[in-house]
């Protein structure tokens, strides 16, 4: 559901270089997020990983259910865990926000 959102969003940002938006993808099968990316060609970056590379991945950064949006500032920092949605009226400050820190 967040998706086209999240599109907008991408479109939005288009050409402003300080800001990228990927998408990971931690799906047990992975065939049908490949066909869902043949199918709509998503504008940004997407990424598998491994569920079990996810798992680690996930327990590291202390990341408990998803989807979630976060924001990784300058230098690598995460600067938002829980950033608003795409759908949300807030992603835009946040994102402003992080570009100023």
């Not at 990228?20 to 990316?37: N, Q």
């Not at 259910?65 to 976060?70: A, C, D, E, H, M």
């Not at 759908?87 to 100023?100: C, F, N, P, Y």
Request: aromatic share 8%; proline share 8%; net charge negative.
């Amino acid at each position: 559901k967040e998706i086209p959102h999240l599109a907008r969003l991408v479109e939005r940002l288009r050409g402003n270089d300080n800001v990228r938006v990927i998408s990971i993808s931690t799906d047990k099968d992975r065939a049908p997020w490949l066909e869902m990316i043949e199918k709509d060609q998503p504008q940004w970056p997407q990424y598998w990983i491994d569920p079990k590379d996810g798992e680690k991945f996930f327990e590291e950064i202390n990341l408990q259910f998803i989807p979630r949006f976060i924001i990784v500032g300058k230098g690598g920092r995460i600067s938002d865990m829980k950033a608003p949605r795409p759908s949300g009226g807030d992603v835009d400050s946040a994102i402003e926000k992080a570009l100023g820190e």
